[in-house]
C-alpha cells in the first residue's frame, strides 16, 4: 500500500513535469519544501519544458530484480531547459550516441511493474535528440 500512496503523491512531477521555482531562483524536481540555497520556503509551481543536457551518465550492467529485463541500461542526470536536475532512463537511444553535453527530451513510458499487485508504474524517460 504505501508504493501505490508515494506512486499517486509522484504524479505531478511524473507526469506533468511539475517543479517547484523558489524566490531564490532555485527550480527543484522532485518537490522540496526549502530551497538548499537560501533557506526559502516561498516556491510557485512550475511545469518543465522536457527538454535537457546531459551532464553526466553511466551504463548499468547488473541491475535489481525489478529491471532485469532491461538489462543493460542507461541513467543520466540531467539538466532541464529551466535549471532543475534529475535522473533519468535513457531509452530508445544506442548507447554511443549518450554523451556528456547531449541534448534529450524527456517523454512519458511505462517504468516498471510493482510486485504480486501488478501496478503499473508510468513516469518519464529520455531520448536523446539528434
Request: hydrophobic residues 40%; charged residues 25%.
Amino acid at each position: 500500500m504505501a508504493n501505490s500512496q508515494r506512486y499517486t503523491r509522484e504524479i505531478p512531477h511524473r507526469f506533468r513535469l511539475e517543479a517547484q521555482k523558489f524566490d531564490d531562483g532555485f527550480i527543484s524536481l522532485p518537490n522540496r519544501y526549502i530551497s538548499p540555497i537560501s533557506g526559502t520556503r516561498n516556491f510557485e509551481k512550475i511545469n518543465l519544458s522536457g527538454k535537457g543536457t546531459i551532464l553526466s551518465f553511466t551504463i548499468v550492467h547488473t541491475p535489481s530484480d525489478q529491471f532485469k529485463l532491461v538489462n543493460p541500461y542507461a541513467v543520466a542526470i540531467i539538466e532541464t531547459e529551466e535549471g532543475a536536475r534529475l535522473t533519468a532512463m535513457i531509452t530508445d537511444t544506442a548507447f554511443e550516441d549518450i554523451k556528456i553535453g547531449a541534448k534529450v527530451e524527456l517523454i512519458f513510458r511505462k517504468m516498471m511493474q510493482e510486485g504480486l499487485s501488478g501496478i503499473i508504474n508510468y513516469g518519464y524517460k529520455a531520448i536523446v535528440c539528434k
